[in-house]
């Protein structure tokens, strides 16, 4: 072992993939680079130009390596040290992001008879075009008193890997005849690194429905009778606990990377569950937001119990000893993206560049102006669909209250409080079913925004601590790399030897929560009206729209 041993984390991304170098003893972070995917998201094509339907996101996973071949070597370069001071090497990726492989993990999108092939390619986790999948498992689920029902809230999503499975059994036969492993991208890019298939438990049990085994052959046939034999032609594999050792880096992963062969591969895992112990949230009670394009909240408790809408519970899903829960928003930054994009003015862009701002930075600037309320707006975020509490990805967005003298900067604020009141649905699922939440912990991007962290602040009535690292999940991932070198006895040892927090920088001030309380119980209306069955206009709008479009 080396006198002052280093570790790599690679955290996998919805649009880039980013290496960072960090110091074992202390967590100290010395060299980080980013690599963007070539081919970005596919959500109107393929490469080819080939169309793609609506709700459709797609991915080429050769940009996966891609990342291995240029972020890591860079982060290693902007950290001066030397490669042979590399123990190990963690990753983590976006979660339910499937990849359908050969026996050799070779993706099918690769075969010359499937590169035109839309179902051959990965499915992103926001691939939502399996909706139709998840309300049949949903119902028959429901319908015969499934057990592991509960243990996902009552429902499970379209994201994840059953439903996107039947869908490419349903809609693509000859590929689906053709896959040998379908295989999470988490475990697909530690096979790359160590040259051997190992199934992470993390996300077999929080997307694969992996609960004291899998749904049975009986259930499947139900759905469909070709799909009775899924878990055990497609899915099952060996299961690896996080911070285990998957293998050796191989020769070739060697040479994209830079780094010595042989040193350890952490099993994958979850960009959202590594930042838990990278921001020392591993006891009860501290929820952790991981705030990017989407958001994910994960929070461990000492007790099982049933919360509606949540994404899973597993036993030792985040830290061993602990019961592990996952919930999520599938649009946050996404939506302040696509409304700077798509809904802004041309002299907000122009005020901006003069200014050297961004346009979000002036928005924000001029949303702080205002008093809560002052902009007469509520809106609900379910621009990508509802993860959390109804998961439902037939929703869609509304921005209530807009006349003629609305302003970008309403809109732009509108929008901000509609994802802090989706989190606080979410905080009070948790609260009304016997597990309190006491601290909000911010990790990702948009901890970056002071008015977003003090509205989520206001709204949750909660203390908002910040992750010390700006790199949340790829620290996450070195820690576990550390776990499986055996530089840490566990996860929990690294937690506290590399993790990094900063506790209550943002706190409720009482009159804004005040203030938030009465436009909280107007989100709520709409939420329920909207989601829960006394509107289908969402769902009618979404089903004219395939129709029109001849699907």
């Known amino acids: 072992m080396a006198s002052d041993p280093l570790v790599v984390g690679v955290d996998y991304g919805t649009l880039s993939g980013r290496a960072v170098v960090v110091r074992v003893r202390d967590g100290l972070e010395l060299g980080t680079a980013v690599h963007d995917y070539r081919h970005g998201v596919l959500d109107r094509a393929l490469p080819d130009g080939r169309p793609l339907p609506p709700d459709w996101a797609l991915q080429v996973p050769q940009d996966y390596v891609d990342v291995l071949r240029h972020a890591v070597p860079a982060a290693l370069a902007d950290a001066g040290v030397d490669p042979a001071d590399v123990i190990g090497i963690g990753t983590d990726f976006t979660a339910c992001t499937m990849v359908p492989v050969k026996a050799d993990g070779t993706p099918l999108n690769e075969l010359p008879e499937f590169a035109d092939n839309p179902h051959a390619y990965v499915k992103l986790w926001k691939h939502h075009a399996a909706q139709p999948q998840a309300d049949r498992i949903n119902h028959l689920a429901s319908q015969r008193g499934e057990s592991w029902l509960p243990r996902y809230g009552g429902l499970i999503s379209s994201e994840w890997e059953f439903a996107k499975g039947l869908q490419l059994l349903e809609e693509a036969p000859e590929v689906y005849a053709a896959m040998d492993h379908w295989v999470e991208a988490a475990d697909w890019i530690v096979w790359q690194l160590a040259g051997a298939y190992v199934r992470n438990a993390c996300t077999a049990g929080y997307k694969g429905i992996y609960q004291d085994g899998y749904p049975s052959t009986d259930f499947l046939q139900a759905l469909n009778p070709d799909f009775g034999g899924f878990v055990a032609d497609k899915l099952d594999h060996p299961l690896g606990q996080l911070g285990d050792r998957a293998g050796g880096l191989t020769e070739q992963a060697a040479e994209w990377t830079g780094l010595k062969p042989g040193i350890a591969v952490a099993v994958g895992n979850v960009d959202a569950h590594v ?142 409080e509609a994802t802090a009141y989706g989190t606080r649905v979410i905080v009070d699922s948790y609260t009304d079913a016997g597990i309190p939440v006491t601290e909000l912990v911010i990790a990702g991007g948009l901890l970056r925004n002071p008015l977003l962290m003090q509205i989520y602040a206001d709204v949750t009535n909660l203390p908002l601590s910040v992750i010390g690292s700006e790199q949340g999940p790829a620290l996450g991932s070195a820690m576990h790399a550390a776990v499986a070198a055996k530089a840490y006895e566990d996860i929990h040892a690294a937690a506290k030897a590399m993790g990094s927090v900063k506790r209550g920088v943002y706190l409720p001030i009482p009159d804004n929560v005040v203030a938030y309380e009465r436009m909280f119980v107007e989100y709520q209306e709409l939420h329920d009206y909207f989601g829960r069955g006394a509107n289908e206009v969402m769902h009618r709008l979404k089903a004219r729209r395939r129709a029109a479009k001849g699907e």
Request: net charge negative.
């Open 275 to 416: 930042t838990a112990p990278a921001a020392r949230a591993v006891e009860p009670g501290q929820m952790v937001a991981i705030m990017g394009t989407s958001t994910c909240h994960v929070m461990n408790a000492d007790v099982l119990a049933d919360v509606p809408g949540m994404c899973g519970v597993v036993d030792g899903g985040i830290v061993p000893g602990l019961w592990g829960y996952e919930s999520g928003q599938s649009g946050v930054g996404d939506i302040f993206a696509w409304f700077v994009e798509h809904n802004v003015p041309a002299e907000y862009h122009e005020q901006a560049k003069a200014r050297g701002l961004s346009v979000h930075e002036l928005l924000t600037e001029l949303a702080a102006q205002q008093r809560i309320g002052e902009h007469g707006l509520i809106a609900l975020d379910w621009h990508s669909g509802n993860r959390s509490v109804l998961v439902d990805h037939e929703l869609s967005g509304v921005v209530v209250g807009q006349t003629l003298a609305t302003r970008a900067e309403d809109t732009y604020r509108a929008l901000l």
